[in-house]
């Protein structure tokens, strides 16, 4: 592989101009601009912003781009998207799925994913169908974005039995975790089987879990509460993440603060949707949740928190454009960030916080980690993250593999 250097680039967290020389896809060394090696290949970043590629902690594509597919929607809840969505996978096809998912994949890169946790449904509605069109796609594009599987039963375990070995064979077909979601049983009663079941299962098959948990903000809701209970039950510690976990923003601050005590003690990671949950939460006139869990506080207790994207164009979120600076910008809006370090903290909740939520190794601008990076015209993160026009251009292992551009013009006669 050739030699590349990109000179003249900013970083968010640094003061003045760097060279990046990159060998053999990884950052071989990092110096003051202009005083970098030669290399086969120079990009120039000419002051702009540098910041490492962006990591998607939640997805579900397998769902994407389905939403002329819902039919007409009212008021909706989870509940209502449960139906729909349970009614419209069942017509999918492996090509239906690999289709779309390429798609929506390709859409990721082009706004800078380098990393995606993707949400598969493995159940009795769908099958396998899901999971076969992902690891599809998951082949096509491994040279431009790496994949994580989760094996997710949508439809429970408690309530739908035949999913446990759909589970077992989706992880020895290829799934790298073990999703779940103790709320989608429906019965509180299936709550505690519904976990210990799957915790069961990711130790036949000695694998992590990515579960989902309290989806509205019905202070009612305590799934959070229960998968940090079991987790230390059954000694999972630092190999369970937790996404959604909106109710945690509406219980008293003493159980709040209590039930974080315990997440954190457990080794929990959470993932926050806000983008999602915004409009999904609330069935007010005026919904007065944000959806966002409590970050701040969760972050001050040493847990980790993540952003994800959640849904594209389905029948749970009829917007979304896969674009992580989007879910950095709402996170920050949803979650009350706002100083210059919780700006910071926002936007690494799609790139250096994310990456740790999928545990990938080797991530960073550092010497010795991948080169996988974005390169922005704007020079700072503000700019950035309100979306200035410009340009991106994404590197995978030191390798251009997608650029966009934005321009705004004013035409007057």
Known sequence: ??????????????????????????????????????????????????????????????????????????????????????????????????????????????????AIRAQVDVDSAIGLAGLQGILKVKAELHDVVDLQIVAFPQEGVVRDPGALDLLREALTMGADVLGGGPDNEGDPAFHRAHLDQLFELAAEFDVDLDLHADMDEDPSRRALELIAERTL?????????????????????????????????????????????????????????????????????????????????????????????????????????????????GFAMVTDRAAAYLGLGGYGIAPGNDADLVMFSADNLSDVMRGAPGTRTTLKRGRVVAHRETTARMVRS
Do not use: Y
């Open 233 to 345: 039950a059954h000694g999972w510690q630092g190999r369970v993440n937790a996404v959604h976990c909106c109710a945690l923003a509406a219980h008293p601050d003493d159980l709040a603060h209590r039930v974080i005590e315990q997440v954190a003690q457990a080794g929990i990671q959470i993932c926050i949707c806000p983008i999602g949950n915004l409009q999904l939460v609330g069935g007010d006139v005026t919904p007065r949740g944000r959806g966002s869990s409590r970050p701040k506080e969760l972050l001050a207790a040493g847990v980790n928190v993540a952003a994800g994207t959640d849904n594209l164009h389905d029948m749970w979120f009829r917007f979304g454009n896969l674009d992580p600076v989007e879910t950095s910008r709402i996170t920050c809006l949803a979650a009350g960030l706002r100083t210059d370090q919780e700006v910071l903290e």
């Open 1 to 114: 592989m050739n030699s590349v250097v990109v000179k003249n680039a900013r970083f968010a967290n640094q003061p003045g101009q760097h060279d990046i020389e990159i060998e053999a896809g990884r950052i071989h060394r990092i110096t003051p601009a202009g005083e970098g090696g030669s290399a086969t290949d120079e990009l120039d970043a000419q002051g702009g912003l540098v910041t490492p590629s962006f990591v998607d902690a939640h997805f579900h594509p397998d769902k994407a781009l389905t939403f002329p597919r819902v039919g007409p929607m009212g008021q909706g809840s989870p509940v209502d998207s449960l139906a729909v969505g349970a009614r419209i996978k069942a017509a999918f096809t492996v090509d239906d799925v690999t289709d779309r998912a390429r798609r929506a994949m390709e859409a990721a890169v082009t706004s800078g994913v380098g």
